[in-house]
């Protein structure tokens, strides 16, 4: 079966720190790979998608992840952490190829900045 | 962008009662999906569908059913509702991106 291992519930860094998320998942084919993020009393929110192509992928607010097949991971990154960063970030893998299909998501680590 | 209406917000029911959670698509896409978001386990999935009465058990069916009799219409039903399904559910509807409801936090007392 398919499943996506966030290591680490929770994360902090200062404000203008680097923020590495991590990401594993467990595949027999490569799958899409997406993370979300969810802030306070929000929805979830697409921050970035790997398909196919280039393995480094770039999303919004500066995010991007890049997906190493030798590691089976797809971990999140942002070299400056902001303020306005802080929220819970899901990873998430849809396990077929031929087009989006069901999702699969990680527990979600919760990201906070402090000053 | 697809547009997911789950039909409350918030809902509060009693033990035993028989609840109907209902998710409607504008759009005519086949797959739609129901989860449910508890802190430090992440969106878990209930049951999904491909297309009308269709549906497939996700990985926490227990206690719970659905229906589509209609292309734009998934509903979750909690036949005896209990207080550990107290939570937050949500309806994704994926079709070349995956598209998310407001989500309907339901509590059980």
């Not at chain 1, 203008?16 to 594993?24: E, I, P, S, T, Y």
Request: proline share 4%; with cysteine.
């Amino acid at each position: 079966a398919q499943s996506v291992t966030q290591l680490g519930s929770h994360v902090s860094v200062s404000e203008g720190a680097l923020v590495l998320l991590r990401c594993n998942y467990s595949s027999s084919v490569p799958p899409y790979l997406f993370w979300y993020v969810q802030y306070p009393n929000q929805g979830l929110q697409l921050l970035l998608k790997y398909t196919t192509g280039a393995t480094l992928v770039k999303g919004i607010n500066g995010f991007e992840a890049e997906f190493k097949k030798s590691e089976t991971s797809f971990h999140l990154t942002k070299p400056s952490a902001h303020m306005s960063d802080a929220a819970e970030y899901f990873c998430a893998v849809s396990p077929f190829s031929g087009g989006y299909n069901k999702l699969i998501f990680g527990a979600g680590t919760r990201l906070a900045v402090h000053p | 962008d697809v547009k997911v209406t789950q039909s409350s917000r918030y809902l509060v029911k009693r033990t035993g009662e028989k609840v109907f959670l209902e998710c409607v698509q504008d759009m005519d896409h086949e797959n739609m999906f129901w989860y449910r978001q508890d802190p430090g386990l992440g969106l878990r999935l209930i049951y999904f569908s491909y297309d009308v009465k269709m549906k497939e058990k996700g990985d926490i069916p227990e206690g719970y059913s659905v229906s589509r009799e209609k292309k734009e219409r998934f509903s979750l039903i909690l036949e005896s509702a209990s207080t550990n399904q107290t939570s937050m559910y949500l309806c994704v509807v994926s079709g070349t991106e995956a598209f998310f409801g407001q989500g309907t936090r339901l509590t059980v007392v």
